[in-house]
């Protein structure tokens, strides 16, 4: 299990049970021919790099599961799952790894 925390933060984020806590990455800024896009024009991005996670779902024989993802994986994942959280004007996605569709490598 792992939190999520600025250096500059008391705040920390520890996710609970097969939760994970997202960062998202940016996009690029510029089209694949050249042109510049404006912020108004982009989308947010589905893609992002977990920074914490929970200790896994609980299972029927009161065991945890263990998540298939870990800290400093690259994921993406679905548009409308994760719940929005700002700490120190740092946006956090926080998630079921359910709503994660894959690992980036």
């Known amino acids: 299990m792992a939190t999520a925390a600025k250096k500059k933060s008391k705040v920390k984020l520890e996710p609970m049970g097969d939760k994970v806590v997202v960062e998202r990455v ?15 024009s982009k989308e947010k991005p589905n893609r992002g790099k ?7 779902k609980l299972l029927d024989d009161g065991k945890r599961g263990p998540l298939q993802v870990k800290v400093g994986d690259e994921v993406l994942f679905t548009t ?3 719940e929005t ?5 740092e946006e956090f996605l926080l998630m079921s790894e359910s709503d994660i569709l894959a690992v980036v490598e």
């Open 26 to 40: 940016e996009s690029s800024d510029k089209t694949a021919g050249g042109i510049f896009l404006p912020d108004s």
């Open 85 to 89: 959280i700002e700490i120190d004007d």
């Open 50 to 56: 977990i920074v914490a996670v929970g200790p896994g």
């Open 80 to 82: 409308y799952a994760p």
